[in-house]
T-cell receptor, first 109, second 113 residues
Framework: EDQVTQSPEALRLQEGESSSLNCSYT??????LFWYRQDPGKGPEFLFT???AGEEKEKERLKATLTKKESFLHITAPKPEDSATYLC??????????FGAGTTVTVRA | DTAVSQTPKYLVTQMGNDKSIKCEQN?????MYWYKQDSKKFLKIMFS???????INETVPNRFSPKSPDKAHLNLHINSLELGDSAVYFC????????????FGQGTRLTVV
């Protein structure tokens, strides 16, 4: 069965402590992998789209990479304002956007 | 200026009632969606409309009926509400059916008592 798995479920970081989040997928016909950020009480906010293995995208302290089986979201020198739940989603042949369960990141000052 | 707006933000109602959630997008997008986020924060697609045409209908009870009067609106009507319907419902839109990012509304927290 197609699925998207994110790890870890939760990540607690000290300010400035870089780390990575993982999103592994077992879907057929991948048409795109998306990263979103969700703050409490709000809707997901789009961060990146990756389409092919080897592709990388960067935005401020975030960098997303894609391989044939997984994607990583690297957070470099995080700040407290980077605290959020990060969601990974894949777009498949059947036009559905399937989400992982998310990684909740807490950055302490 | 809000891109995807949904109303109400909070909805508390009794079991058995019928309720509606409204969604509007001012992005000029062709595709709109309804997602359900459960207590474990897992987002699951319910419906997708493209140019007012239903293209995705997941295994959702037929008590849930989406209605798209035009490209900019996708409303969700729920009949005979049950306790298990309590969740946060998100409306979203995207420029096309595939390969484009979706923009989400702020969510509607539905509590059935």
């Amino acid at each position: 069965e197609d699925q998207v798995t994110q790890s870890p479920e939760a990540l607690r970081l000290q300010e400035g402590e870089s780390s990575s989040l993982n999103c592994s997928y077992t879907v057929s016909g991948l048409r795109g992998l998306f990263w979103y950020r969700q703050d409490p009480g709000k809707g997901p906010e789009f961060l990146f789209t990756l389409y092919s293995a080897g592709e990388e995208k960067e935005k401020e302290r975030l960098k997303a990479t894609l391989t044939k089986k997984e994607s990583f979201l690297h957070i470099t020198a995080p700040k407290p304002e980077d605290s959020a739940t990060y969601l990974c989603a894949v777009h498949q042949d059947d036009y559905k956007l399937s989400f992982g369960a998310g990684t909740t990141v807490t950055v302490r000052a | 200026d809000t891109a995807v707006s949904q109303t109400p933000k909070y909805l508390v109602t009794q079991m058995g009632n019928d309720k509606s959630i409204k969604c509007e997008q001012n992005l000029g997008h062709d595709t709109m969606y309804w997602y359900k986020q459960d207590s474990k924060k897992f987002l699951k697609i319910m419906f997708s409309y493209n140019n007012k045409e239903l293209i995705i209908n997941e295994t959702v009870p037929n008590r849930f009926s989406p209605k798209s009067p035009d490209k900019a609106h996708l409303n969700l009507h729920i009949n005979s509400l049950e306790l298990g319907d309590s969740a946060v419902y998100f409306c979203a839109s995207s420029k096309a059916r595939v390969n484009t990012e979706a923009f989400f509304g702020q969510g509607t927290r539905l509590t059935v008592v």
